[in-house]
């Protein structure tokens, strides 16, 4: 398990060497990756329970990769500090380029003007609607098609009149309309971003242009674009809204030096540097498209730096229409119809996996190397390449690899062997309640589906009624 790595010491006699101090500043600057993306079973457990009403929604959900044409340029757009300056290329091509706004540069392209053709949401929480339900961008993004994860909270599909799903890879919630992975699931995160580019790549455009995809800044007073909701003095926001911008001027106050993608260094932070790395897998995987980065920030590998001013594109403002239909019918209807007999699908995964971790974690402790082998085969179990396609090890995985470092780290640091053997025990026991409480939860979610299906047919009755008097 990676967290096995904290209970090793290394240990050096000549402590004023370079690479040893540059091994020391690796550490320090790196060790975190081996803990992100983890997730948590509460995060999962929200998720399913949003999948489970989106489904019952009915959303168009997409389902097969369009056929785009090969001539085909799409501009994935972020609200990066560069955009700002990047905001005239977008307009000079609007009526030609197919445009994806990601997260909130939908507030920034709102007060700018520029409506783009698909927008993508991938942060379940009901945050996400308070940002899209911004005075200044309400409106503006009725008629935008919002393509949104599975597991978004619904309320973010009443913001338009096109809404739409996408599959989030290795999430459970993605499973209750497509159990047996017969759709293309996404590389959506951390951000937004992530999501819109590889979503592009994975219609089959063959180039795409990087706006306000900055993954840094030069100054953490200005880690945004100027145009977005973040700047905005004039904006009448909400509490709501006012805590989300609060909390990015905060989050931006320390920054992280990375190579630029025009110069040496540009700050960032862990997401961020999270989120460009996820994006240069996206890229590495479509090797026979282009993208190109017009962006005064971190440098994502595989993308090719350009400066605006040196782009030239000839692109018929005709063939527009149809290459926004084309896009468009990926999405569909046509899908996994009954998320609930999928949900006690999930249940019986479940009991299983309660049932196996109860046999691995059992058994005499009489030592502390007892309690690590057993965290090990237990990681073992979860991370079998048997289990890669089971449907629930999203739900268990980031939590048991949460629980697990904690309990050996804290077993580890307990003098006394007889009290680590004591706290190692209780740890185990606490799995098996935690697992029990997380099925007790996704057992619940059949009554708020049946609630949830059951207003979808009286409002139908309903509407029949209206229409026959």
């Not at 979503?199 to 200005?222: H, T």
């Not at 003095?233 to 992280?256: M, P, Q, Y």
């Not at 997401?271 to 240069?280: G, K, T």
């Amino acid at each position: 398990p990676p967290y096995f790595i904290q209970g090793a010491g290394l240990f050096f006699n000549d402590y004023d060497s370079e690479n040893v101090h540059s091994l020391w500043n690796k550490l320090r600057r790196d060790l975190w990756t081996l803990y992100r993306g983890w997730g948590f079973l509460d995060d999962e457990i929200l998720g399913l329970k949003q999948a489970l009403e989106n489904a019952i929604d009915r959303h168009p959900l997409y389902t097969r990769k369009p056929d785009i044409p090969a001539d085909a340029v799409a501009f994935v757009v972020g609200a990066g500090p560069s955009l700002d300056g990047l905001l005239p290329v977008l307009r000079a091509y609007a009526d030609k380029a197919f445009i994806v706004s990601c997260g909130s540069a939908i507030t920034a392209l709102a007060r700018a003007g520029i409506k783009p053709d698909l927008h993508v949401e991938i942060e379940r929480t009901y945050m996400t609607y308070v940002v899209l339900d911004d005075p200044q961008t309400r409106d503006f993004v009725k008629d935008v098609p919002i393509a949104a994860l599975s597991i978004m909270h619904p309320a973010v599909f009443t913001a338009t009149t096109k809404p739409l799903m996408f599959l989030k890879e290795i999430d459970m919630g993605a499973h209750l309309c497509d159990f047996f992975g017969e759709y293309q699931h996404f590389r959506s995160g951390p951000t937004c971003t992530n999501g819109g580019l590889d979503i592009v790549l994975r219609m089959g455009f063959k180039r795409a242009y990087l706006f306000g995809i900055d993954y840094g800044f030069r100054d953490p007073a200005q880690h945004h674009s100027k145009a977005s909701i973040y700047f905005d003095k004039t904006s009448a926001k909400s509490d709501d809204l006012e805590r989300i911008v609060d909390f990015t001027h905060e989050a931006h106050k320390v920054g992280l030096p990375v190579p630029g993608n025009f110069s040496e260094g540009i700050l960032s932070t862990e997401i961020f540097i999270h989120s460009r790395d996820s994006m240069a897998i996206s890229v590495a995987e479509h090797p026979d498209a282009k993208v190109f980065n017009f962006n005064d920030g971190a440098k994502i590998s595989g993308t090719h730096p350009l400066k605006d001013e040196d782009l030239a594109l000839e692109l018929d403002a005709s063939a527009k229409p149809a290459l926004v239909s084309a896009a468009m019918s990926a999405f569909t209807d046509d899908y996994d119809a009954d998320p609930f007999d999928r949900l006690n699908m999930l249940i019986e995964q479940v009991v299983a996996v309660r049932e196996d971790l109860t046999r691995i974690l059992s058994g005499e402790l009489k030592s502390k190397m007892d309690v690590a082998d057993k965290l090990y085969d237990m990681h073992h179990y979860l991370f079998d390449e048997r289990h890669q396609s089971a449907q629930i090890f999203p739900l268990v995985r980031g939590s048991m690899l949460h629980m697990g470092r904690f309990l050996y780290d804290c077993m580890a640091m307990i003098r006394d062997e007889k009290t680590a053997l004591e706290y190692a025990r209780f740890g185990f026991d606490l799995f098996d309640r935690f697992l029990a409480a997380g099925q007790e939860n996704i057992v619940s979610l059949h009554e708020l589906g049946r609630a949830r299906q059951e207003a979808h047919r009286v409002a139908e009755h309903a509407s029949q009624k209206g229409v026959a008097a």
